[in-house]
């Protein structure tokens, strides 16, 4: 099974995170929320970018735009013997929420927010 691969420490996608990776172009979400229907210019902004529009009941829209981005990618048969042979924490997401096309392995080696 293919999975998106990226260490925490890492911004961007110059260094592979672990050996055995290859480059894919994925569709990735990204998800914003605003009050901005009475600002005629800044709806028209975000109407623009973001799709599946919902109106929230504090009155804010909340929007999902798709990305075409370069990932790092991998191929794992059992993934519990990934994670036990790389011996370090990490994060799965599920593939829809963040990312179309595969699940997400995250190498949590360095602090987040």
């Known amino acids: 099974m293919k999975f998106i691969i990226e260490r925490t420490s890492q911004c961007g996608y110059e260094t592979p995170p672990v050996e055995g990776v290859t480059m894919e172009l994925v569709t990735r979400y990204g998800y914003r929320t605003a009050g901005v229907k009475e600002n ?35 191929e794992i048969d059992d993934i519990m013997e990934f994670v036990k042979k790389l011996d370090e924490q990490i994060i799965l997401t599920a593939p829809g929420k963040f990312v179309e096309d595969y699940p997400c392995i995250e190498i949590y080696d360095d602090y987040r927010e």
């Open 40 to 74: 005629k210019s800044a709806w028209e902004h975000f109407n623009r970018w973001y799709t599946d529009l919902e109106l929230l009941p504090n009155g804010e829209w909340r929007g999902k735009r798709k990305d075409k981005e370069k990932v790092w990618v991998i």
